[in-house]
């Protein structure tokens, strides 16, 4: 008695990667519903060796279905995951809809698991440059409380979907070209470009939506308002990897063989830090693979109090950014077993 899965934006970058994920993980699921919007219904997709209807999403969809995960957007997920609940499912939501709701628990497994028990329904996937960040952050602050953090990330096109993936080709050729480009999906021309890629920016702060997230769910996660973050998010011509530079501040002095030697045993996390050879995480490795890589871990020489490290990182957006991150929670519901 499997549970039976129901897939919300599966025709979605992050849906095909919720499909790939659960196949690649083996997850039980005695039938899986693929749900998308009325353009895609009708279409299949491949699962298991089988061709699955998409079927268009309504309020009726959700009969049956024991765990929902949703990659659709805050709309589809603020209306939808309510009704999904309420027909007895367990909603894993990969929007920032609820992420914030004090009712719904913002998880990575490696983090707070246990977390998952408060569930009333929803659990929410964090954002993935907090994700990204937060994963070989987490074990360096439970062994010396991390009190600030600064980071700047290099998202990728992924972040923003298919559309914004392919318009980073497109972009690209027409570049080449020398031909003229009008950006559709993204806020600014994305070949050889690097911008503030979300368009929300506080007028008071200057901070943009994403950072304010990457805050927001830091200390959510952390279960510790007091960390100061520091943030910046821009958007660069990468595919589906994004990195981050992070200089943190403990409580303590650290060393940064201390650092690696945490970090060599921290879950989701690979070192990859090869000075002699100049050999650190780049997105051409971090695509495609469930960790998140770190590297270029040093002593922050901004700070001769020894109490702060730099290091730079590299993930799968769409893996552990995304779907990994939210099939790794849904394996750990009692729905996957009890179903
Ligand atoms: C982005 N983190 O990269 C946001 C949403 N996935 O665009």
Redesign the pocket.
Known sequence: NDPVVAIVGVTGAVGAEFIATMDKRAFPVRRLKALASARSAGKTVDFRGQKILIEELNERSFDGVDIALFSAGGGISRKFAPIAVKAGAVVVDNSSAFRMDPDVPLVIPEINAIRIRDHKGIIANP???AITALVPLWPIHKANRIRRVILSTY??AS??GAAAMEELLESTRASLDGRPFTPKVIPHPYAFNVFS??TAVDPETGYND?ETKVIKETRKIFEDDRIAIGVTCV?VPVLRA?CEAITFECERPISEDEVRAILAKAPGVRIVDDRQKNYFPMPIDASGQDDVLVGRIRKDLSDPSGHSISMFVSAD?LLK??ALNAVQIAELLPQRVMA
């Open positions: 954002n993935c440059s998202q990728a972040g923003a890629h979300n994403e958007r994004h957006q950014g995304a």
